[in-house]
């Protein structure tokens, strides 16, 4: 008889989208999002990160101080990072599950990939102009949007 207790593709893809975020340098925010087919297939993985050649070790992690001394000009956003690295594959119809919901610029491009769905767990700039421009934006380009809901498993495994 087979096991019935095994995770979910919600809990799968978000998992996997919370582990990705863990590679991310920014001290204050980490971020991943997880790329989905509508067949479950995983198409696309990414996390905040300065942008290639850009040493993390010499770009700025400040979040305040004059605007060129901070992350913010130079941060590439979880969400464009996994659409940028899906460069081969057809992102129409796909889900992306995200541990933080979309700012307004990665709003834009995952409506013009042509991603489908957003499955979000956090949403703590919930009422920053960003993130209501971003919701504007979903809800005319008819994207869904589905806040995750946590199970409370955590993942561990006996081997
Ligand atoms: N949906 C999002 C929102 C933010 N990010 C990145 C950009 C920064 O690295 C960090 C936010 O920093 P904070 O202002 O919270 O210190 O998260 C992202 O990748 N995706
Ligand atoms: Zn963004």
Same mark, same amino acid.
């Given at each position: 008889?087979?096991?019935?207790?095994?995770?979910?593709?919600?809990?799968?893809?978000?998992?996997?989208?919370?582990?990705?975020?863990?590679?991310?340098?920014?001290?204050?925010?980490?971020?991943?999002?997880?790329?989905?087919?509508?067949?479950?297939?995983?198409?696309?993985?990414?996390?905040?990160?300065?942008?290639?050649?850009?040493?993390?070790?010499?770009?700025?992690?400040?979040?305040?101080?004059?605007?060129?001394?901070?992350?913010?000009?130079?941060?590439?956003?979880?969400?464009?990072?996994?659409?940028?690295?899906?460069?081969?594959?057809?992102?129409?119809?796909?889900?992306?599950?995200?541990?933080?919901?979309?700012?307004? =610029?990665?709003?834009?491009?995952?409506?013009?990939?042509?991603?489908?769905?957003?499955?979000?767990?956090?949403?703590?700039?919930?009422?920053?102009?960003?993130?209501?421009?971003?919701?504007?934006?979903? =809800?005319?380009?008819?994207?869904?949007?589905?806040?995750?809901?946590?199970?409370?498993?955590?993942?561990?495994?006996?081997?």
């Amino acid at each position: 008889m087979k096991r019935e207790d095994y995770i979910n593709w919600d809990e799968y893809f978000m998992g996997i989208a919370l582990l990705t975020a863990m590679r991310s340098k920014d001290p204050n925010s980490q971020v991943g999002a997880c790329i989905v087919s509508p067949e479950n297939k995983i198409l696309s993985l990414g996390y905040n990160g300065m942008p290639m050649g850009c040493s993390d070790d010499e770009m700025p992690w400040e979040r305040e101080g004059a605007p060129l001394q901070t992350k913010y000009m130079y941060v590439c956003h979880a969400e464009l990072n996994a659409i940028l690295n899906s460069a081969h594959n057809n992102l129409k119809g796909a889900r992306v599950y995200v541990t933080l919901f979309p700012c307004n =610029e990665c709003t834009k491009a995952i409506i013009q990939s042509g991603i489908a769905e957003v499955v979000y767990y956090g949403d703590k700039y919930h009422d920053s102009d960003s993130s209501i421009a971003a919701r504007f934006m979903f =809800e005319h380009a008819g994207v869904r949007l589905t806040p995750y809901k946590p199970t409370g498993r955590r993942a561990e495994l006996e081997l």
